[in-house]
């Protein structure tokens, strides 16, 4: 029964992300009496069950298709930073909102990214191995990219930066990685559950940063939601579209498209709490982010899917 309510919990996220978020903007109060302090914390945790779910053959995946891995990776930390300086500028976003774009835009990939190009039938090796690629980098790509798009309008602490995002994202992985590693009788009965955890862990994370925004959200929100929408959907096309043109497998342009579109949103939130307190906007586009992707995701991976089947059937 438990396992059936966990895979439920899973298999349902983006709904659930979705609707705490709108009873966070409806009914504020509660969600505003959680200070924003426990984001980091619930991030960690979040991070720590990635790791515990890490295998060495998940990192072995880089170096014997050190192409496919480099490909996406190059993808993820050039198609999203500038499509959001990109859109920033058409749309004329304040300097706030510009900022939480371009966090968004420049950070790794999103934890659920290898769910979903499960669910999509992608090169789920090809997925993790991005995954933990673009998580490794992000200390240094993250700080500098940030500070390269946004640093004319606001000052850019990327020392700072750099490291809480190995305090909060890296330290709780690799700790995990190695009770997985060192302590698997303990890890092992656990694993099971981490996907519905982590799951409720991003809704109330998520919940919680909307709480606190949800006044500004309901005034200026609507000219977010479009750019925060028309990023991730550019992300994923463009993902896909590189896979494409390098004439790789549908399965592996699934896994980059995917990986590409799907952003660590959560770190975004974060990284504004921590170094950007004098824009509070800026945590908002990351919570959009993080409602979003989850949609978009479920139903990018059912069109994978579909795509994958009917060119099976082409090759038989």
């Not at 309510?5 to 709904?15: D, L, P, T, V, Y």
């Not at 995917?258 to 824009?279: D, P, R």
Request: proline residues 5%.
């Amino acid at each position: 029964m438990i396992k059936q309510i966990c895979n439920f919990i899973s298999r349902w996220m983006g709904a659930l992300v979705l609707g705490l978020s709108i009873l966070a903007v409806c009914v504020p109060e509660p969600f505003c009496q959680v200070g924003t302090w426990v984001i980091n914390p619930m991030l960690g945790m979040i991070m720590f069950g990635m790791g515990l779910t890490l295998r060495p053959d998940d990192f072995r995946v880089v170096f014997s298709r050190p192409k496919d891995v480099l490909t996406g990776c190059l993808a993820q930390f050039t198609v999203m930073p500038l499509m959001a300086w990109l859109l920033v500028q058409v749309f004329r976003l304040s300097d706030e909102l510009a900022l939480g774009v371009i966090l968004v835009g420049c950070c790794p990939g999103g934890t659920a990214s290898n769910v979903i190009t499960y669910l999509a039938k992608g090169d789920l090796a090809l997925s993790v191995g991005m995954t933990a690629t673009s998580t490794v980098l992000a200390p240094l790509l993250t700080p500098l990219l940030t500070w390269m798009l946004a640093g004319k309008f606001v000052d850019v602490d990327t020392w700072g930066m750099l490291q809480s995002i190995l305090y909060v994202v890296i330290a709780p992985i690799f700790v995990g990685f190695l009770m997985q590693r060192y302590l698997p009788r303990l890890t092992k009965q656990s694993v099971a559950y981490l996907p519905a955890f982590s799951s409720l862990m991003i809704a109330l994370l998520v919940s919680i940063i909307v709480g606190h925004n949800a006044s500004k959200l309901l005034t200026g929100g609507l000219l977010v939601v479009i750019v925060v929408v028309l990023h991730n959907l550019s992300g994923l096309a463009l993902g896909y579209g590189i896979g494409k043109m390098l004439s790789l497998s549908h399965p592996k342009r699934a896994a980059i498209s995917i990986e590409v579109g799907m952003q660590n949103s959560g770190l975004a939130s974060s990284l504004a709490v921590l170094h950007f307190a004098t824009f509070p906007m800026a945590t908002i586009p990351g919570a959009i982010f993080s409602v979003w992707h989850n949609i978009s995701g479920a139903l990018v991976a059912k069109l994978y899917s579909i795509m994958n089947e009917k060119e099976s059937e082409e090759m038989q």
